[in-house]
């Protein structure tokens, strides 16, 4: 019985033996002729299996397999991973490639970069895994073991190892599912993002930026890294080339009027540069993502919205206003799904994906001017709780037993008085008891009017006249009484008499005159000091009282004479 290889071989040879005799003519093969053709091929399989050892032994071949070994096995963990970011990650995007090789360098490299990448074992790796996801990174291991196992499969089919270890760590590692970006998708509270946004007081640019991002809703680097020759505002289009797109496919944004009178804006500022959103700081020439997320956190809504969210929102929201599926997908320049659909549908969409964006762009003005209408109702309902509540607090004295407590100054005479719940019969009793008796004694102390507040003598006043003081300069070395009178609105009016002309005594009388004199300046109306009531005033349009007899004071108002 022959050897398994070498029996196959001479049935291998039988064969073709036999098929050269029927080609030269034979009609068939006689028992004779069969048996010489099994010879001669048992014969020749003998004859190549000890050619075989006869190569095996010779010199040159086994020194080829020592020295093929240790080649092997000489290829560090760090020159594997060069090899595999210099053919594999180049296809990659820079930004995931960046982040691929910073989790490397930082994570695995340091432990394992000068060991043979034959001999890592999965203990090996999991030691550095298991300290990043101690760390609270569980995303991370998760996707360094993710970008491991790439890297060894690499190596396999390069054959600088013959085994992938990164395998065996799977499953050993905590179960982390990756969770959607945060995003609001309530419409009220959508409202209240973009009112935020829109009362949001800090870097032009950054804001700009954060309003025009829920009206396109592409991804933020697209936005953040859009260059004025890409835009046909006058067609209303936004061409992104494919270098700067996630697909590696050109994007078409048809925009709405709300998001070209926007650009336009942003033109009269930043046309002349290259960027939409220039930085002089930034190393890419435009604004940095840290800044624009920043805006989230800083308007209240961090851990609710991301930047990202937008598109979320964007999609939900239009999905469930009865918008086609292929157009929403395709105004996110998001890939079709399935491999017919992505070869061979290449349509646009762009007459709906017009109507689209606009209907989306009116639909979130309405949405921010319900927002905004809701929160002047608040406003103005917080001013009227405020001023009716002025004065008055809620004290509780001892275990239920409360009150309600009215509490000022006019004067420099204070007005106190408790209403208690038992005595009233009960909580909203009392307090409509200390509401007519701090108005009632609002009433009888009188009106204090601008002309009398200003004859008020403060207490850092040294001279004993009120708005007189001396002064001293360069110019009068003697110094000089000056006569001060606010009239308003930030302005005053003064008048000085030096005391090297007049004396001392003289310029100090003549400083007191002109002080009642410039009284005549001040308008004699009633003197809102209180900052509610200024503003209550100001929002009516006037500071004057409606009725020549009643003023508006500390937020009652209260009749004259």
Partial sequence: ???????????????????VRLA???????????????????????????????????????????????????????????????????????TAKKRTVSLFQRYLLPSLGHRSASDVRPSDLLGPLTRVEGMGFRSTAAL?????????????????????????????????????????????????LLLAIDNYEGRTLAKHYALLLPLVFVRPSELLEAEWSEFDLDRGEWRIPARRMKARLPHIVPLSTQAQA???????????????????????????????????????????????GFRSMAATLLSEQGWSSDAIDRQLSHVQRGPILRHYNFAQYLPERRRMMQSWADYLENLLRKARNAANERLRSNYRQ????????????????????????????????????????????????????????????????????????????????????????KKQSR???????????????????????????????????????????????????HPLAKKLARRRGSNRPRRPDSEQRDGTTVRVG
């Fill in 262 to 308: 926007l650009f336009l804006r942003i033109r009269r500022t930043t046309g002349g540069s290259r960027y939409v959103f220039p930085s002089a700081m930034s190393k890419s020439g435009c604004l940095t993502r840290g800044i624009c997320t920043s805006i989230v956190r800083r308007i209240g809504f961090r851990g609710e919205m991301t930047m990202s």
């Fill in 24 to 94: 030269q003519g034979s009609a068939g093969l006689g028992e004779v002729s069969v048996s010489e053709v099994a010879e001669t091929a048992v014969r020749a399989a003998h004859e190549f299996a000890r050619s075989l050892d006869r190569l095996a032994a010779m010199p040159h071949m086994s020194e080829s397999r020592v020295s093929s070994a240790p080649q092997r096995q000489s290829v560090t963990f760090e020159q594997m991973f060069d090899e595999w970011r210099r053919y594999k990650l180049c296809a990659g995007q820079k």
């Fill in 1 to 19: 019985m022959l050897p398994y290889e070498t029996q196959t071989h001479a049935k291998i040879i039988f064969a073709k033996l036999a098929a």
């Fill in 144 to 192: 360094l073991l993710k970008e491991t196992i790439r890297l060894y499969r690499f190596a396999v089919a390069s054959g600088l190892v013959t085994t992938n270890p990164a395998e065996g760590v799977l499953g050993l590692l905590r179960p982390w599912r990756p969770r959607h970006r945060a995003t609001v998708l309530v419409p009220e509270r959508v409202g209240q």
């Fill in 479 to 529: 110094g000089s009484w000056m006569a001060k009178m606010r009239i308003g609105e930030g302005k005053s009016i003064t008048k000085s008499f030096a005391v090297k002309k007049y004396g001392y005594q003289d310029a100090f009388a003549r400083a007191v005159v002109a002080r009642q004199h410039l009284l005549r300046h001040v308008r004699n109306e009633p003197f809102l000091h």
């Fill in 386 to 473: 405020s001023i009716a509540m002025y004065a008055i607090g809620r004290l509780q004295e001892k275990p239920n037993v409360w009150r309600w407590t009215v509490n000022f100054t006019r004067r420099g005479k204070g007005y106190c008085k408790s209403f208690y719940d038992l005595k009233c019969g009960g909580s909203k009793e009392a307090l409509n008891a200390a509401i007519a008796w701090r108005d009632r004694k609002l009433g009888e102390i009188g009106v204090l009017r601008r002309r009398e507040f200003r004859e008020v003598r403060r207490t850092d006043n040294q001279s004993g006249a009120p708005g007189v003081l001396f002064v001293q300069s």
